[in-house]
């Protein structure tokens, strides 16, 4: 590998590391937030709007909680990062326009959620991510229904250019077909007549001696009898 392919193989791993530590810390922090509305209850969340001045304190109470928990969770999770990010930042964004926090700390907070929440929208959720493997997965299905189309076009295209060639399966069990013996000099390969049955059975044995009969088409050489005889 030369130098700048190891560079760009180094910034890459270290943006999969600060996009999953901007994950994990910014996830967090809108669970976090979110849990505690929970667990503090809709209508003690909602004073709280009330005294910051949110026109539908139960409504902001309950939008914020669910965006919070559902949206921290994703973005721990690296999943729909870009339209979790996006949905993150516009709550971040309402809240401070129309109930913005009465602690200074905790307005902090909300601008440096929404600008991260906006980044990670835009930079993604790097590799260390379920939107990574869901791309990859998303990759590998092209890229095989790509190959079985070509597979596909590839044999029409040799039908219609043959069309009388019967489309065979080659077996892989049966051996490849042999090459014809070339012919020796002088060689007979002029077609010859085959000689009957019999004929061939007589060739191969041999001609009868003097005193042999034959007995069921086989000859009996003569000798001495038997006593049966």
Do not use: Y
């Amino acid at each position: 590998m030369t130098p700048t392919g190891q560079t760009s193989v180094v910034k890459q791993a270290l943006r999969d590391v600060a996009a999953l530590v901007a994950r994990l810390g910014v996830g967090g922090i809108f669970f976090a937030n979110g849990w505690a509305k929970l667990e503090d209850g809709l209508k003690i969340t909602g004073a709280r709007f009330l005294e910051q001045g949110a026109p539908a304190p139960g409504a902001w109470a309950t939008v914020t909680m669910l965006a919070e928990l559902i949206g921290g969770a994703l973005l721990i999770a690296g999943l729909a990062v870009s339209v979790t990010g996006l949905v993150l930042f516009a709550e971040a964004l309402a809240v401070f326009l129309v109930a913005p926090p009465l602690n200074p700390i905790s307005l902090n907070e909300l601008i440096l959620l929404a600008a991260a929440s906006l980044l990670l929208a835009v930079v993604g959720a790097g590799r260390v991510s379920v939107d990574h493997m869901v791309v990859i997965r998303r990759r590998e299905t092209q890229a095989a229904d790509e190959f079985a189309a070509d597979a596909e076009a590839d044999r029409v295209i040799s039908a219609l250019k043959d069309p009388d060639a019967p489309a065979e399966k080659k077996d892989p069990d049966t051996p490849p077909p042999q090459k014809p013996r070339p012919q020796a000099a002088g060689e007979d390969t002029a077609p010859h007549p085959r000689p009957p049955t019999a004929e061939l059975e007589r060739a191969d044995e041999p001609p009868l001696a003097e005193g042999d009969t034959l007995v069921a088409g086989r000859k009996k050489p003569r000798g001495r009898r038997t006593p049966a005889e």
